[in-house]
């Protein structure tokens, strides 16, 4: 009962660390009491566990559930749970392996005497160290987690894993031997120090796992900035290329009016029509016009309606008045630009092709309605997987456009819907996104 | 259906007439009254029905704009097009819902599929729904519809004026409702897209919070798929 009792504690103390670090690090799916319900029954079976007093088990069923916990409670992906959950369950190892080392120094006959005074302050230091190491941790940690995007973490994050997992093989192998055997005074402080170095590699790939997701996530912002400075730069290369156009124009206007006048004299009418409406409709007749309200949307829209102008693809865009404000510089960029790079990729080379960009803002909602329609001849949706299927030349970089779409729709609590139209032969992207209120 | 043409230029006129008349036609569908104005006076001062407007902005006396306004107060259904030759931003000047912008010259595949976004949502607008109670048989637009909802052995359709104890269960309003503007979100609530608030995984609010529907979570997916198509049609 009392050894119960102890567990009881033991399990409490360790409930309370998960939830204070799942906390401080993750967005919770769910309420404050779902989740405090969820961690009370894995824990329940956590301490049913324990009655049967396999060390095994406790180990393999603390991961178990630390990774249901932060995986089913928490929005971050199944990898990175993983990740998290074998760090923690390595300190909380290593720490009670080196307050077991320590006492077994100092008092070597101190576990053989199997009270249940000896556990609780072998527990409580434990637990206490474990508390301290986490705590640390928390506070030295970077950043937190994104929300709804899983973790910065990718699939490579399995080899730093099995880092932590290796130690705690090699701390069960300890055990063993200090079970088996006594210990030496020596072979006690190495295995003491051991068990520090074991814990320090641990917390030193926290730290790189760390700094790895802290310089994807500046290398990410830096792209973004480049892609922007991309922007700015082609802008104004085409607001130079106009005015030049222009210069020209005004330039052979006398020349146009003069063959103009040699066409009146000679009374051909059509061919004076036809050279009137070819001189309207030159594209540097045509004024840089303002698209919308947002700088740096209308410098994006304005680069890709240049581009299919020289493409022939008739491009429209609607953009209602102020729904673009609240959205950063950084991801109107990456979402227009890759919307409308795949939409000019699909339309090209299609006779009659256009693409059409709607943004309006559905009343008395908070959502920002953004539609994008474009011809298509063929499905992009692959008939095997359907996922969309890309044409681009660089096949290293195929489905990044759509990632990032998919981050910025993410990141403005959005959703996002694809479809083709096989009677219009038209690709249909639907996109809302929420105005804070 | 009629359709109002106001433009000072009697060849933009002529050729609306000729597309509109041409998109019927296409789409094998008997053309409706057509009425054309040389000034928004004109058009202020006719009395009948105005459903779907082509308007210029820059006419001689009163503007495009002033028009649109001033019909949108009478009518806030009435779809109006602007049709312009002014190559800046207009919508910042614009103080009523255009529901699209068309430049001169007029491209006709894009006039086209404007048309039909137009006539659908005029459609969608106009779909007449009974409800037949225990005291009678009230007709309503669909659009007035906020939600159906199954309380207990009652079924109540909420609309924007009051409520209705209708006399028929859920299978039957589901099948009777629009599929496009109408969705099940649980088996007591039937929703109508166009009075959704906000949304959240497990409660749809509408009419600004006034009512709340369940969506059970295994719809949620379907749900949005069906909600993201609606704002698609009607943007």
């Known amino acids: 009962m009392k050894n119960t009792i102890c567990y009881f504690f033991i399990f409490l103390v360790e409930a309370i660390i998960l939830w204070k670090y799942a906390s401080h690090y993750f967005t919770p799916k769910y309420k404050t009491a779902i989740r405090a319900a969820v961690l009370c029954g894995l824990y329940s079976v956590l301490l049913a566990a324990a009655l049967f007093e396999s060390k095994w088990l406790n180990i393999i069923l603390y991961f178990a559930a630390d990774f249901l916990f932060l995986f089913t409670q928490y929005r971050l992906s199944w990898y990175s749970a993983f990740f998290h959950s074998s760090v923690l369950t390595t300190i909380m190892m290593t720490c009670e392996l080196m307050m077991y080392y320590i006492i077994m120094f100092f008092m070597p006959h101190y576990f053989s005497k199997n009270g249940i005074h000896n556990l609780t302050v072998f527990t409580i230091c434990s637990k206490l160290i474990f508390l301290t190491v986490v705590s640390i941790l928390l506070h030295l940690c970077f950043l937190k987690e994104q929300q709804g995007h899983g973790g910065r973490h990718d699939k490579a994050v399995f080899f730093l894993i099995l880092i932590p997992i290796t130690s705690v093989f090699v701390m069960l192998t300890f055990i063993k031997i200090s079970d088996s055997c006594i210990l030496s005074p020596a072979l006690n402080w190495m295995l003491t120090l051991s068990t520090v170095f074991l814990l320090a590699i641990n917390l030193l790939v926290f730290g790189v796992n760390q700094y790895n997701q802290k310089k994807n996530l500046e290398f990410t912002e830096m792209q973004l900035l480049l892609q922007k400075e991309a922007?700015?730069?082609?802008?104004?290369?085409?607001?130079?290329?106009?005015?030049?156009?222009?210069?020209?124009?005004?330039?052979?206007?006398?020349?146009?009016?003069?063959?103009?006048?040699?066409?009146?004299?000679?009374?051909?009418?059509?061919?004076?029509?036809?050279?009137?409406?070819?001189?309207?409709n030159s594209s540097t007749l045509k004024e840089v016009s303002r698209l919308c309200d947002n700088e740096m949307l209308n410098m994006i829209l304005s680069r890709y309606q240049r581009q299919c102008i020289d493409r022939h693809i008739a491009f429209h865009a609607d953009i209602r008045k102020g729904t673009m404000n609240f959205i950063a510089d950084s991801d109107i960029t990456s979402l227009f630009c890759n919307l409308l790079d795949n939409a000019i990729e699909a339309s090209g080379c299609i006779p009659d092709s256009f693409i059409e960009l709607n943004i309006s803002k559905r009343e008395k909602t908070p959502f920002i309605v953004i539609t994008v329609i474009n011809s298509s001849r063929k499905n992009p949706f692959s008939e095997q997987t359907h996922y969309l299927a890309s044409h681009k030349p660089d096949k290293s970089r195929h489905g990044f456009g759509l990632k990032s779409i998919r981050r910025t729709v993410s990141k403005y609590h959005g959703d996002m819907q694809m479809y083709y139209n096989s009677d219009s032969l038209t690709f249909h992207t639907i996109i809302t996104l929420k105005q804070p209120v | 259906m009629r359709i109002l043409i106001c433009d000072d230029d009697a060849l933009v006129v002529a050729q609306l007439q000729n597309y509109i008349k041409a998109y019927f036609e296409k789409a094998r569908l008997k053309c409706p009254r057509l009425a054309c104005f040389s000034s928004g006076e004109a058009l202020l001062e006719d009395k009948g029905d105005k459903d779907l407007l082509f308007l210029d902005i820059e006419m001689p006396g009163i503007n495009g704009i002033y028009v649109g306004n001033e019909l949108k107060k009478e009518n806030d259904k009435i779809i109006i097009f602007i049709v312009t030759s002014y190559s800046e931003y207009l919508d910042e000047a614009m103080r009523f819902h255009v529901f699209r912008y068309l430049s001169k010259p007029l491209d006709q595949q894009r006039f086209f599929r404007n048309m039909r976004d137009a006539v659908d949502l005029y459609h969608t607008m106009t779909v007449k729904i009974p409800v037949e109670t225990k005291t009678g048989i009230h007709t309503f637009l669909s659009s007035s519809i906020i939600s159906v909802e199954a309380q207990g052995r009652k079924v109540i359709v909420h609309t924007t004026s009051r409520d209705f104890e209708s006399v028929h269960n859920m299978h039957y309003w589901m099948t009777l409702l629009p599929q496009n503007c109408f969705f099940q979100t649980h088996r007591s609530f039937i929703v109508n897209f166009e009075h959704i608030s906000d949304f959240d995984h497990s409660l749809v609010h509408l009419a600004g919070n006034r009512f709340q529907a369940y969506l059970t979570k295994r719809k949620y997916s379907a749900f949005k798929e069906a909600y993201l198509l609606y704002l698609e049609s009607v943007r």
Do not use: G, V
């Open chain 1, 231 to 280: 922007d700015l730069a082609q802008y104004y290369e085409m607001m130079l290329l106009q005015n030049e156009n222009q210069s020209i124009l005004i330039h052979d206007i006398k020349k146009h009016l003069q063959s103009l006048d040699i066409l009146n004299r000679k009374n051909e009418r059509d061919r004076i029509d036809a050279y009137i409406h070819q001189l309207m």
